[in-house]
């Protein structure tokens, strides 16, 4: 079966770089989530889209931005990076108006390291 | 929101002990849902718990939803060194919004 794909795997990057993080949900699939994960943590919610609008915000910072593109993949922007973000990023994605069924599918998560 | 409260935060047990895990809420959830993640690896979905008093099994893992919606635990019969991993809760404060995860709880099991 088809699962979430994410790109790049690892990304290393430097301060004050910039980053972009992408996510292919599993088709049909229409609402795609982003989470960032530090060592030792729980997945902590970033943003969401549903129909390539944003659904939910959490806590994501202003320096990052996403967006949905019509195929539904998705594109997490990271600006003027800090060590601090230095963290594992998933992607996640599941199907609206499939009756309590409210399970998300993880992406296998980029991996970045700023420098 | 809110985060559930997990506990234990590490267990680390004997191949063949039993394992559980819980997850509390001051709040009544409408759902929780568990989550492995392998060390290395993704969160990957479980089960989920709708109903008051809820229990599903799957094989060994037993996963319960308290009367009053503010609870859940996840049982391990007989662990074996595949159930190696942290195992998370999480809600949903309604069908379609983010999941909120508790700590998680981490699981070794010794041969």
């Known amino acids: 079966a088809a699962g979430v794909i994410q790109s790049p795997r690892h990304l290393i990057k430097e301060k004050r770089e910039t980053a972009t993080l992408k996510c292919y949900p599993i088709p049909r699939h229409d609402t795609v989530y982003w989470y960032q994960q530090g060592p030792g943590q729980d997945p902590q919610f970033l943003i969401s889209f549903y129909e390539k609008m944003q659904s939910d915000k959490g806590s994501i910072p202003d320096r990052f931005s996403a967006q949905q593109f019509s195929d539904y993949h998705s594109e997490l922007n990271m600006s003027s990076l800090e060590l601090g973000d230095s963290a594992l990023y998933f992607c996640a994605s599941n199907q609206r108006g499939r009756l309590y069924s409210y399970e998300q599918y993880f992406g296998p998560g980029t991996r970045l390291t700023v420098t | 929101g809110q985060q559930v409260m997990q506990i234990p935060q590490y267990q680390h047990v004997q191949e063949g002990e039993d394992f559980t895990t819980y997850c509390n809420s001051s709040?009544?959830?409408?759902?929780i849902q568990w989550y492995k993640q392998r060390p290395g690896g993704h969160p990957v979905f479980l089960i989920q718990l709708v109903k008051s008093g809820e229990v599903k099994k799957q094989k060994r893992l037993t996963f319960q939803f308290g009367e009053a919606k503010k609870n859940s635990s996840l049982h391990i019969t007989a662990t074996q060194t595949t159930d190696v991993g942290t195992y998370f809760c999480a809600k949903t404060v309604s069908g379609y919004s983010t999941l909120t995860f508790g700590k998680g709880t981490m699981l070794l099991v010794s041969p």
């Open positions: 709040t009544t959830l409408s759902n």
